[in-house]
C-alpha cells in the first residue's frame, strides 16, 4: 500500500523562505478515516484571562470613556480578533488572583478598590467585574468559566456570586442582578472549585483540599436547571500522582446525586532550566530552541501519568482532564514589571502551540478541556496591546488555523517521524494529527520541527481519494521572528495551492512551520 501511494503522488508547489535549503527525506504519512476516534472538543482552544497586570486591564478593559474604541468599555478590535479564532471558554478572574477574588467587590455602581497581592501590588479598580466579564463572553460569543475562590473565600460567599450570576428566579440577589442591567440569568458553563491550591490557593495538603471540595461541589452549582455549570477540582502541577490519587478517591467514594465533579484540572507550563522562568522570549539561538520544544513534550507523558490515575479509579472517564493553564512561560521581556509576566511571542512559540494541541487532540478521550496561558498580554499570548495598538502573535494564528478542528473527529495518522538533532538534543523532526471536521472534510495539521531544512510530507487518506487540497502555512525567516505594532506582518499564514494526483498530496514543510490543509473529496 505504501508503495503505491508513493508511485501516485506528484508535487505540491509551496512558498519556501529564502533561507531553507533544499528538502530531503520523505515523511510518509497515512490517515486511517476508517477508524474514527474521540471527538476534539472545542473547549481544548479555551482560553485564560486572569486580573494580572495588562491581560484584563488595557488588554480587554479600557472604559467606557476611552478613545480607543469600545463596546461599553471592552475594546473592539479584540473582541474582532477573538471572535475569528472562536474562542470557545475564558477562565476568570484568576489563577491565583481568584483565591483572593471577592465577587461583591466587582459589581454594582460602586467599586471597591483593592491591592492585588496576587500580581504586583497594584490597585484593582475592579471596574471590570462579573457583568463586565460576561458582557466579554457574549461579545466573543463564548463561555463563561469562573474560578471560584476557595482560599480566601467562603462557601457562602461562592454560593451568593453563583445566585448573583446564574439564579432564573425572582431572588434578591437575581434582582440585584437586574437592577445593573441584566434581568436574565447568565450562563456559567464551567466552574473551578479553587486553584493550585497545594500552592497559591492555600498551601493546603490533599485532605485539606478535598474536604473543602466536597462541601464547594456540594453547595454552589447553578441556580438554573436549564443550565448546569460542569465543576472543575483542582488537580496537579507536576508528575507526582498523590493529588490525583486524592481528588479521584473522593470522587469515588462519594459522587452521587448531591455530589459531583466533572473535570480535575492540571497545570503544566514549559519552562526552560528552572525556576523563575528565565529563557529569552526573542534573541535565543537553535540550542535554546531546541531545549524549549524538549520540555514543551514532556506535556504528553505528564498527560498519561496523571490519566493512568484517573483510568484506575474511572475507566469510563467520566471526569475529563482539563490542562486549563499550559504554554510557555519566559523571561519577562526586559524593562516591564516582572509581575505582569509579559513576553514576547516568536514563531518557536507557534511550534509550541501546535504541539501541545496535538498532544491534547491525541487524548481527546480525556483530555476534554484546556485553556492557554494567558489570552492577551500575559505569557504566551494571543494578543500583544498597547494603547490603541494591537498586535496578533504568532501563537494566535496557530489557534486560527486549528479552528476546523474544533469538535472534529480524531483519525489516527501513521508516519516515521525521524530525528532532529541538535547538540545533545535530540527531538522527532516531525509531527502530525488528522481529524474529520464538521465540515467533512479531513483535515491534518503538519509541523515540521527542524528549523534550518524543510520537509517533505507525502500523505494520502486510506479509502479517500481528493480531488483538492488546499490550507495554509505558518513559517517565519527566523526561529525567533516575532510581530511587533510596527511590523504586525513578520509571521502570518500563508496560503498553500498544490496538485494531487490519485488523492494523495505531497508537501513541503518549511523550516520550523505548522502547517493546516484540508483533503476534500
Ligand atoms: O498564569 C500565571 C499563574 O500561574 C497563575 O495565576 C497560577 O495559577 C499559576 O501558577
Redesign the pocket.
Known amino acids: 500500500m505504501r508503495h503505491l501511494m508513493t508511485a501516485s503522488l506528484c508535487a505540491l508547489a509551496l512558498a519556501l523562505p529564502m533561507s531553507a535549503k533544499a528538502a530531503d527525506p520523505v515523511i510518509q504519512l497515512t490517515v486511517d478515516s476508517g477508524k474514527p476516534g474521540a471527538t476534539i472538543d472545542r473547549h481544548i482552544f479555551g482560553q ?1 484571562a ?1 486580573q ?1 497586570g495588562h491581560g484584563v486591564y488595557d488588554g480587554i478593559w479600557v472604559g467606557k470613556g476611552s478613545s480607543i474604541p469600545n463596546t461599553r468599555g471592552i475594546r473592539n478590535d479584540v473582541v474582532a480578533a477573538l471572535k475569528a479564532i472562536k474562542v470557545p471558554n475564558v477562565r476568570w478572574p ?4 481568584a483565591d483572593s477574588y471577592h465577587w461583591r467587590d466587582g459589581v454594582g455602581e460602586k467599586r471597591q478598590t483593592r491591592v492585588n497581592t ?1 500580581w504586583g501590588n497594584v490597585v484593582d479598580s475592579n471596574e471590570f467585574g462579573t457583568d463586565e466579564y460576561m458582557d466579554f463572553i457574549d461579545q466573543i460569543d463564548s463561555e463563561a468559566y469562573v474560578s471560584l475562590n476557595v482560599g480566601s473565600g467562603t462557601v457562602g460567599e461562592a454560593q451568593d456570586w453563583m445566585e448573583y450570576v446564574t439564579a432564573d428566579q425572582p431572588t434578591t440577589l437575581a434582582k440585584e442582578r437586574a437592577a445593573n442591567g441584566h434581568p436574565a440569568p447568565y450562563r456559567v458553563a464551567m466552574m473551578g472549585i479553587g ?2 491550591s497545594w ?2 490557593g492555600g498551601l493546603m495538603t490533599a485532605d485539606d483540599y478535598t474536604a473543602e471540595l466536597r462541601k464547594y461541589a456540594r453547595f454552589v452549582g447553578s441556580y438554573n436547571p436549564k443550565e448546569p455549570s460542569l465543576k472543575i477540582a483542582v488537580g496537579p502541577g507536576t508528575p507526582d500522582t498523590r493529588w490525583t490519587e486524592a481528588v479521584m478517591k473522593t470522587w469515588k467514594e462519594r459522587h452521587g446525586w448531591s455530589f459531583d465533579i466533572q473535570g480535575l484540572s492540571l ?1 503544566s ?1 514549559t519552562v526552560y532550566d528552572g525556576w523563575p522562568p528565565h529563557m529569552p522570549a526573542t534573541g535565543f539561538d537553535e540550542a535554546a530552541y531546541a531545549h524549549v520544544l524538549q520540555e514543551t513534550l514532556k506535556m504528553g507523558p505528564l498527560i498519561d501519568k496523571q490519566s493512568a490515575v484517573m483510568d484506575s479509579y474511572d475507566p469510563e472517564k467520566k471526569i475529563a482532564l482539563v490542562v486549563d ?1 499550559w504554554g510557555a512561560w519566559l523571561a519577562p521581556t526586559p524593562g516591564t514589571n516582572k509581575d505582569f ?1 509579559m513576553q514576547q511571542n516568536s514563531q518557536r512559540d507557534a511550534v509550541i502551540a501546535a504541539l501541545n494541541i496535538n498532544i491534547f487532540a491525541r487524548r481527546a478521550d480525556r483530555v476534554r478541556m484546556a485553556n492557554i ?2 489570552m492577551i498580554n ?2 504566551q499570548a494571543m494578543i500583544l496591546t498597547d494603547g490603541p495598538k494591537m498586535v496578533l502573535t504568532p501563537t494566535y494564528h496557530v489557534f486560527k488555523l486549528y479552528v476546523p478542528f474544533q469538535d472534529a473527529t480524531f483519525l489516527p495518522v501513521t508516519y516515521d517521524a525521524g530525528s532532529y538533532v541538535q547538540g545533545n538534543t535530540t527531538l522527532p523532526r516531525f509531527d502530525a494529527i488528522a481529524a474529520k471536521g464538521k465540515d467533512g472534510k479531513i483535515w491534518l495539521s503538519l509541523t515540521n520541527l527542524d528549523p534550518k531544512t524543510p520537509l517533505l510530507v507525502d500523505a494520502a487518506a486510506l479509502g479517500f481519494k481528493a480531488k483538492s487540497a488546499s490550507g495554509q502555512t505558518l513559517s517565519a525567516p527566523k526561529v525567533d521572528s516575532i510581530n511587533t505594532f510596527e511590523k504586525p506582518d513578520v509571521v502570518t499564514p500563508k496560503a498553500i495551492s498544490g496538485k494531487l494526483k490519485n488523492g494523495a498530496v505531497m508537501l513541503t514543510l518549511p523550516p520550523a512551520s505548522v502547517t493546516v490543509v484540508s483533503l476534500e473529496p
Not at 94 to 97: A, F, H, I
Open positions: 485564560f486572569e494580572l484568576g489563577g491565583c488572583y496576587a486553584n493550585e500552592d497559591c497545570h507550563y493553564e509576566l496561558a494567558q500575559v505569557l
